[in-house]
């Protein structure tokens, strides 16, 4: 899944963050909201091919600037 996120058009960076809720959630980063709206496509048919049996919420998206300090 990650090659196909970092291959893909305006991708800048993708991360996995687990909570204290002990749920997990993938972070994909991309350049603008057409690019981000592929990648969710791209996320949605590989859960659907490669984890079918596994229990998903759907994907979303924040649409606001954000700022990333390592």
Partial sequence: MYTALKNAKGFIRYCWVDTAERESNPVNVF????????????ATDFVKTSMAGMNFQKPGMIEEPIHVHD
């Fill in 31 to 42: 350049s603008d909201k057409n690019e981000t709206s592929q990648s969710t496509q791209l």
